[in-house]
């Protein structure tokens, strides 16, 4: 993909997720390597639409790329910083709010999924640069308690007390490696 005057990928958010599961699927048989995943996904992060398909993709879905993540995925996704830290925090946030709604309603799979994509996420926030991350998740917290910038994003999900309460906890045990 680099040759002379490419245009960077700019995917839109379903394209990078179709994108995501099919590079996934080739590292998984063996067809790509952790390198050629790694300038891959380099690509594709670097803008917020195509982020946002690799997270989902890749947090959410059986692919055990973030499970084993590889060292030069991980410093591709480290080095991309601020766009990845966000992203992550907020996909800790949304799945430990969620794993909550689907034990209240008493389903065992979603929840299952929702406590897998919050494993994934806490994980590869203990990747990420430190000072960015601790930053970040210093402003979730915060909104947990009802102040600062993360509050709106919270009250958008319609979050109650209860879930904030285990956002909050999530936030915590990140720090607890």
Known sequence: MDHPGAQPLEPSFPQAMEIATQWLALWEAGELSDEVLADRVSELVASRDGARGFFVVSLAGDSPLMDRLPDPVALVLR?????????????????????????????????????????RSTELLRLLEPGLVKQRLETLLEATGGQGEDVAFLDRWGYDAEQRSAIAAAVLAVAEA
């Open 79 to 119: 080095a991309v910083g601020e766009g990845v830290v966000d992203l992550t925090v907020r996909n800790l946030a949304m799945s430990s709010a969620m794993a909550l709604q689907h034990r209240r309603s008493g389903d065992g799979t979603m929840q299952a999924g929702s406590e897998r994509v919050q494993a």
